[in-house]
Structures are given as structure tokens and as C-alpha cells.
């Protein structure tokens, strides 16, 4: 019997009517599964390193050097020490490359205030200046006639997440400002959209063309929200494409500048992926937009590519051409920056990873080769796995998966599923049945009337090898009803 | 000539009209000053290792050794080693005690996916037991009557700051919702309240009788709210308090407790200072509410107390007797997650730092007595400093500083300011004239027709002595008119 008042409370209806299915239903489930001693292979989120992927040695090095400064001078000694007489049981390679201590001095020296003091809001001042420069490295700025990367435009933040929560929490001003995402998205966005209040304007990549975009497909989405009142803001374009792994054309990267251009939208690039391309090529936005003055804000993190940091919770977020504010003196940028004040400013290891993440070991220094051989081996263990699944979806019945092969993410149509079922009810089956853990589809969004899944290629090769054929047993034994 | 139109944009109100003294014009000016080569002392934020405190070598030796776990089993064979025969140069102290490698072992053994993998979006389990059992001790809950802490209501969040927006986002529903928080603040909640489009309402403790609360304070401020239309949900309460330094004596804390429980308001009581008390006496709101069936959101933090391990953004949020959530079936933690798992997890660095808070070495350990003599160290000197500081507000004409030392903050009151000056024109010459960047009492909010500013008694003691008599020649000079 209880013998108080239950108290309640209304709550912002916002966040109780957001959803989130990375972490919603299934992966709920499949913990329990777990719990239970069930073997459970979580595809349903893409984190590398809790499926195996080692972190890059160079990162964990300088990262850990940093933390403890005061190993660097040992580590010094210890090798002048060892290269007179050698330690028994231990060899060369247990010592720390020369350049990794000289990298990770540096760091220390450019900090000024060490790891343990709040930074500036915006991120520290050379790790935003490295960041530039590798934007205009990667965008060949002088040759294609893009404008360079501004430090003062960017704002490091605890993952690429916090920097687009900035963004839409700025441009969402009224009940009817609208955002068109892709369907499907990844639901950062449509959860953050729905947190800010804000209408989501869903704009249909085509599926069967490779998910590629044209201008029918956005000015028709825009058309339809304008005719529902809906002053639409912005547009978020994810590529490579999560939860499709789609890489985008440079065409259809133009055809949204332009459109944002005519309707005067700030252009939201999430290219997190933009290191995990298996076929096809990344181009930038930045780079594509040259001088054109359309407002973009590009995101980029450390959790991703070959380096897959998730759990540090680095990357950044780059704004060009920020709008004026209406009825202020303020820009875009200022506005941003009083938002980034009042978190302080991002994790310091988070930001030295990103530091890291732009200034790759020299060519030619002690530690690059092995530094090269990590991140080919990464890279090439997420191409053979993407390819195996791919492989095993041509032995199952009515699925179909499209576009380039990009991110860590294969989206197949599930083209026959039983009358009655949804990809809900198959992903839940699959996860009870083979302990796979991927997300249905509407998880993300989808066509009315399709049916899909996101599969995160990341398991082992070994676990894949494992899975897969009792993955086709039980599809084609599914659809057969 | 501009060749083409410039973009303008409206943008969420409720950020252009956000305030952030801590990071305001003043701190702007002191950063000007300081690229002109002018000597500043920045005292207007509480960022201990930015100002010469030393990081805690057990925290980042552990910190160090998880980030690179390799580096573990190399330590121990060099020991072996070293003990066989020492190295010339080095010595016994520059190798890791054993405790500290055998809790880094341990701490990579219950990660279980390592440091670059997302966590749990609460945070790592293990964590969020330890945290548990630290409140249990520190409350002394089988004596006290107090409940027992639960993991599965406490978040690790990036700061606190992040579970105070968690906490405000959730509780402002509507535009006429309203947090009651005390005057004068941290502008943390006042820029939260107002991102959230919520009403802050001002209460006021009693500065002359050292800041305590009393219902009449507490009731006139409701009543007022009330009157104008807002529906009061929170409380805020901030102990040890920020900017005052003030320490609550458990008597406020109950009177708070009392009145929200009358007026089933949520309290959100910032504790980030508990280890920072340097006259009067710590007692929790935990503690202090015992079965009572209140609902209280904790707050606490690795930026400050002894660690001041700001820049790594750790810390945590404890809730106890959740709401009900109106129309729905879930309580007001699970409404916690559901933000939480939007920004997948907070970092993992963090989490492990505000681990090894709740975990200091054991007695008896190898690492203990230096563990203690650090944490004593500075302690004491910020005692020390907070000393020196009163100590010349004696001799400053007309300066009063109330209430007990805690926190990192002195906030006196000044009392004969020249006709039509304010705080901000004080703390801005005491700025351009002596180096010394604090903050006005504005910044924070402050009784009508008074003055103050608050300093963080940070700075080196050599410092001090140095500026200390140069404030009090400005001020009485300023005073003078």
C-alpha cells in the first residue's frame, strides 16, 4: 500500500513524444537477451571498438602521453637507457616512437593550460587553425576556387551530436520553422528537431537510382510543407549516408546548393563518414559550394572513419557564410558561440583526438608506417565485411540493397516481407532467432509501404561467417510465412 | 561593394536574448588586454588548473595508463627490472605505484569495450554503482535514515552543467513554467531557463544574515510568481553556493526541502562544491531529505573541488523519487535517458575521472600518503587564498563579504560605489588598471541598489600578494570618486 500522494508532473511534451530506435525497442531486447547468457552481435549502432576495431596506436599514444606529461622526459631516458643495454623481455618497439613524444610534447606546449583546464568555448585556438588547414588541404582550396576554412568559424564539440543540436536548437524560432532531412535519417535529427520544437520536412532520396537526390524530389517536399504553413529553415544532407551508406554525386551535392541558394536554407553536412567510402568518392560540400554564399554548416567527428573514437566524444562543426540575425548586430557564428559558452567548452581529450584526427603522423616519421598499416587494415576489414553482407543478401529472397557502399551501414529493402509483418516484427524475429541486433527501418524512416533494415557492418569477419548463413536460413524460412 | 544580397535570419529568441556574464564583456576586454601583452589574472571563472593548481597524479596516472592499457604490463616488467638493478637517472618515485596499476587493470577490465566505445548512454554501470555507494558513505544512509542511492537513477554527464539542461528542458513545458533560483546565481541557470522559454523567478536569500534561506523568503517569491500567472516547478538551490561561496547550514536545507514539498516542486540542488568547504559544514540535500518522498535531482562534477578537472567535463546527476509523467506511463527518469540517449554518452574520460572521484586510493595503499598530501595541498591553499582576499577586503572603504567560505568565490558587497557608477564600471577599471578580471554582481543578478563582484580565489599566492595591495589602493582611490 502506498502511503503518500504519487506525485506527477507534465513534462515537456517535446521530449516525451521524441524518438530515438538506436537505442530504442529492439536493443533493449537484445540487452535483456545478453543478460540471459544469449550471444547477442550488436549491429544496431555503429561502435567500432565495442565490436573489436582496435583503436589507432598513434591516437592512444599521444593521448595518454598528454594525460601524463610527466612520461614523456622518462620515456627518454628509458630509450637512451635501453639502446646501451638492452632490457631483457622487452624490445624496441615497447618503447614510444621518437615523433609520438616530440607530437605529444607539442600538444602540451600549445595547450598552455594542460588538459584539465576549460578551454575556450569555441575549442582550443590550434587545434581549430589544424582543422582548417586540413579543410583546405582535403578540398584542394587553390585549385577549386573554394574559399579557405576560417578558425573563427569553428567550434569543436563532444561529437558531431552537440554540434548540430546547436544548430537546429538556433534556427528553430518558431512552431512552424521547418528542417527537411532525407528519409530514411539518421534520428539525431529528428529527435533534435523534435526537442526544438520544430517541424520536420521529410525529402525522399531515390532509393532505386542509388539514393541520389534531385531537384523534383526537394522542391516537391518543400512545395508540400510550404502549402502546410511551414517556413522551412534548413536542410540536412548526411553523406555518406547513414542509415544508407549512400555516397553522394558531386551533382547531386550541386543540385541541393542551388536549391538551398533559391530558398534561402542553411545547408546542414553531416560528413562524419567522409573516411569510410568502399565505392564511389567523398566530395565535400565546402568544396563543392566554392564562393557561392549559401549558409553552410558542415559536422565532423572523431567516432567514425578509420578512427573510430565514439566513446571520447570529439569533432566539429564548421560554419560558412553564417547569416546575419534579424534585429541584431549578431551573426550566425556570434549566436552559436553564446551557446558553446554555456557548456563551457567541449572534453579536452576529445579535442586533442580531433587535433589527431586532421594532423596524421609525417610522412617519413618513425611511427607512419604503422600508422598507414592500422588504418589500411581497418578500413580494408570494413570493405570485406561490407561486401560479405552484401554477398549473403543476394541468397536472400526479395532483398535489395542500393546505392555505393559508404559509412558503416548497409540499408536493404526487404521486398517480401509476410502479409501483415513489418521490419519491426522481422528485425525482432531475426535478433531472437540468429542474436543479430540490427533496427528496422521506420526506425529511420522509409517510403510508406517499404520495409527495411539498418545493418552496421562491424562485427568481426569471423562472427559474419558465422551469422550470415543462419541469417539467409532464416530469411527466405521468414517470407515463406 | 557588396555584389550580392546578404543573408539575414531569425533565429530562436530565446538564444539571442540568452546572457552569460562569466564569459561576458568583461572576460572579452581581459582577453584583448592579454593580446596586447598586458599581465591579466583571470578570476572571473572557476578554472583551477588554468591558474597553476596541479592536476592529482593518481587520477592522471590512471587516466594515462587506461588510455594506452599496453603500457600497464611494460610498467611492471620494467619494475622488475629497476629492482634488479636501478637505472642511473631514474629513480623508485618515477615509476607507477602498483596500486594505481592494478585499479587501471581493473578499471579497463569493467569497461569491457574499452574507452573509444560509446557507453551505456547513463554511463558505464560500474560507475554509476561506485557513485552510489559514495553517497550511501558520505550520507552515512544506515544512521542517518537516509534512502539508499540507485544506479539506475544517476547519469554521467559532461559536467554538470549537461544533467542541469537535461533536468530544465524536461521541467519547462510551457512559456508560463517557472524555476525559482537564487539571487544572485550562477548563469548557468539563467541562460537554461531561458533556452528553454521557461520563467526564472528570483528568490533572495539573506545576504547579512550570510545568505541563509528562510520560508518567508522562499513563500514571498512564490506568492509573487504565482500572482503573475507561473506555474513554479523547481527549485534551484546551489550549495556550496556560486557566487557566494556561502555554505547552507541544514536548517536552510530543510526549510527548503518543507516548502518544496508544499508546493511539489522538483529540487535541483547543485552540489559541485561539497568538497570545497573551508568554514561551516557540508550536509547534503540527500541527506537531509532522507525518506521523504521529494523529488530532488543532484548535482555534482569533476571541475572542482580538489581534482579541478574542468576541461575533461565529467561529473554526474542523481535523482531520487522521480514524478510520474502526466499522460504517460513513464517516470521523469526515464524521460532523463531518452535525452541522454540522443547524445548517445557522455565521454568516457570523464566518466572514468568522476570515478576516481567517488574512488580515491585506499588507506594503506602505495599511492595513498600522496594521494592526501596533494589533496591537502590544495585545499589548504585555497583556504590560504580566500584568507588573503578577505583580509584586504578589511581594508577596502565600504567592501562587505558575508556568509561562510566555500566554493571558489569570495562576492563582497560594495557598499560606497560614486553616484551613477555601477558594479561593471568598477570591475572593468579595476580590470584596465590592475590585470584583476573578476566578474560584476550583475552577471550573476543581485538585490536592486547594490554592488558586488565575485573573484575565484585562484590565483597563485605570489600573485596575490602582488595585486592584492594594488585592488586596495584602486578602490579606495575609485571610491574617493
Known amino acids: 500500500m502506498i502511503s503518500y500522494l504519487e506525485p506527477t508532473i507534465d513534462v515537456n511534451r517535446n ?26 552481435i550488436f549491429c544496431n549502432i555503429g561502435n567500432p571498438q565495442a565490436l573489436g576495431q582496435p583503436p589507432m596506436t598513434y591516437y592512444r599514444q599521444v593521448l595518454s602521453l598528454v594525460e601524463d606529461p610527466s612520461k614523456i622526459q622518462r620515456e627518454r631516458q628509458l630509450k637512451d637507457l635501453f639502446e646501451e643495454t638492452p632490457f631483457s623481455d622487452l624490445k624496441g618497439e615497447d618503447f614510444i616512437d621518437d615523433d609520438i613524444l616530440a607530437v ?8 598552455k593550460t594542460g588538459m584539465g583546464a576549460y578551454t575556450e568555448s569555441k575549442g582550443v585556438r590550434f587545434i581549430r587553425e589544424a582543422i582548417a588547414e586540413l579543410i583546405d588541404n582535403r578540398d584542394d582550396y587553390e585549385r577549386s576556387g573554394s574559399v579557405r576554412a576560417d578558425p573563427e568559424k569553428i567550434f569543436l564539440t563532444g561529437g558531431a551530436s552537440e554540434g548540430v543540436k546547436f544548430v537546429l536548437d538556433l534556427l528553430i524560432a518558431e512552431k512552424n520553422d521547418g528542417i527537411m532531412i532525407p528519409i530514411p535519417q539518421y534520428p539525431l535529427y529528428s529527435a533534435s528537431i523534435k526537442k526544438a520544437g520544430g517541424v520536420q520536412v521529410n525529402y525522399y532520396p531515390d532509393e532505386d537510382n542509388g ?12 512545395i508540400k ?17 547513414n542509415p544508407t551508406g549512400a555516397v553522394l554525386s558531386e551533382q547531386s551535392i550541386d543540385e541541393v546548393i542551388q536549391f538551398a541558394k533559391e530558398n534561402q536554407l542553411v545547408i546542414i553536412a553531416d560528413e562524419v563518414y567522409q573516411e569510410n567510402i568502399y565505392t564511389g568518392q567523398f566530395t565535400s560540400f565546402a568544396k563543392t559550394l566554392g564562393d557561392q554564399k549559401v549558409p553552410l554548416c558542415s559536422l565532423h567527428s572523431i567516432s567514425k572513419g578509420f ?17 546575419k540575425v534579424q534585429g541584431s548586430d549578431l551573426d550566425f557564428v556570434d549566436l552559436l558561440l553564446k551557446q558553446a559558452s554555456v ?20 610522412q617519413g616519421s618513425q611511427s607512419y608506417a604503422r600508422f598507414i598499416q592500422e588504418k589500411r587494415q581497418t578500413l580494408s576489414d570494413l570493405r570485406d565485411k561490407a561486401t560479405m553482407i552484401r554477398e549473403a543478401f543476394t541468397q536472400m529472397d526479395g532483398v535489395e540493397c542500393f546505392g555505393e557502399t559508404g559509412a558503416m551501414y548497409l540499408f536493404p529493402r526487404l521486398n517480401k516481407l509476410p502479409e501483415g509483418t513489418t521490419d519491426f516484427d522481422y528485425c525482432m524475429a531475426l535478433l531472437e532467432e540468429t542474436g543479430l541486433c540490427t533496427v528496422n527501418g521506420s526506425g529511420f524512416g522509409q517510403k510508406e509501404g517499404t520495409n527495411h533494415l539498418r545493418i552496421a557492418f562491424l562485427p568481426p569477419k569471423s562472427l559474419l561467417e558465422e551469422v550470415l548463413p543462419r541469417w539467409i536460413e532464416f530469411h527466405n ?3 515463406a510465412g
Open 104 to 111: 605529444s610534447e607539442n600538444i602540451i606546449g600549445m595547450m
Open 477 to 479: 524460412r521468414y517470407i
Open 307 to 323: 578512427y573510430g573514437e565514439c566513446g571520447h566524444r570529439g569533432g566539429y562543426l564548421e560554419v560558412r557564410n553564417p547569416p
Open 211 to 222: 539514393w541520389a537526390f534531385s531537384r523534383a524530389i526537394l522542391d516537391d517536399a518543400l
Open 343 to 362: 557548456s563551457l567548452c567541449s572534453n579536452t581529450a576529445g579535442q586533442v583526438l580531433t587535433y589527431l584526427m586532421v594532423n596524421p603522423p609525417a
Open 225 to 241: 510543407a510550404r502549402e502546410q504553413g511551414v517556413n522551412v529553415k534548413g536542410i540536412v544532407v548526411i553523406n555518406p549516408g
Open 15 to 40: 521530449i516525451l513524444e521524441m524518438e530515438y530506435a538506436v537505442r530504442g525497442p529492439i536493443p533493449l531486447r537484445a540487452a535483456e537477451l545478453q543478460q540471459q547468457d544469449k550471444s547477442i
